[in-house]
Antibody, heavy 116, light 113 residues
Framework: QVQLQESGPGLVKPSETLSLTCTVS????????WNWIRQSPGKGLEWIGY???????NYNPSLQSRVTISLVASKNQFSLKLHSVTAADTAVYYC??????????WGQGTLVTVSS | DIVMTQSPDSLAVSLGERATIDCKSS????????????LAWYQQKPGQPPKLLIS???TRESGVPDRFSGSGSGTYFTLTISSLQAEDVAVYYC?????????FGQGTKLEIK
């Protein structure tokens, strides 16, 4: 059973870049889709985007202008960068694996607070 | 975007009784080429990530108790817990994977009466 673990700063200043990494263990990056999803009290669960094992990406249009998801297959890691953050980006951020079309493995989540 | 709307927002059911949660999508998530509904159900307990319960609207994941069942097609779906157990207290979410952006319902909080 694959396991995922998010890591990164828990506090980010407004207008700066939120950066998170997800480390995958117990399985291969291929041939799956690797996702970022966030959860906030105000907006519930929100899909941010995914990167396929080939490197192709698909982002939520609501965040597309600010999001970059990248993959380091050799390290079994993928990462999220969210630029120009505001308080509205405060949330628990999850990484998740998508085998077919649903999210079948999730990390435990990491709380990121945007505040000065 | 496909909007997913769940009802009710919260639900209290006695132990051993049936719990029913509805999910409506703003457009059909039925894909005629494979005759399947692109809908999943998740369970989230406090402090934990969501856990996949059901995919394709009605296919239980391995290890999920058979008291959980999913039904529906097109735009209207239901998650049923046939006999509520104490460990079923959680928030339940539906999610469409018919197209991106993937979207979730707002969640239904299930409690013991």
């Amino acid at each position: 059973q694959v396991q995922l673990q998010e890591s990164g700063p828990g506090l980010v200043k407004p207008s700066e870049t939120l950066s998170l990494t997800c480390t995958v263990s117990g399985g291969s990056i291929s041939p799956y889709y690797w996702n970022w999803i966030r959860q906030s009290p105000g907006k519930g669960l929100e899909w941010i985007g995914y990167i396929y094992h080939s490197g192709s990406t698909n982002y939520n249009p609501s965040l597309q202008s600010r999001v970059t998801i990248s993959l380091v297959a050799s390290k079994n890691q993928f990462s999220l960068k969210l630029h120009s953050v505001t308080a509205a980006d405060t949330a628990v951020y999850y990484c998740a694996k998508m085998s077919a079309h649903w999210f079948d493995s999730w990390g435990q989540g990491t709380l990121v607070t945007v505040s000065s | 975007d496909i909007v997913m709307t769940q009802s009710p927002d919260s639900l209290a059911v006695s132990l051993g009784e049936r719990a029913t949660i509805d999910c409506k999508s703003s457009q059909s998530v039925f894909f005629s080429s494979n005759n399947k509904n692109f809908l999943a159900w998740y369970q989230q307990k406090p402090g934990q990530p969501p856990k996949l319960l059901i995919s394709w609207a009605s296919t239980r994941e391995s290890g999920v108790p058979d008291r959980f069942s999913g039904s529906g097609s097109g735009t209207y779906f239901t998650l049923t817990i046939s006999s509520l157990q104490a460990e079923d207290v959680a928030v339940y979410y539906c999610q469409q994977f018919y197209n991106t952006p993937y979207t979730f319902g707002q969640g239904t909080k299930l409690e013991i009466k």
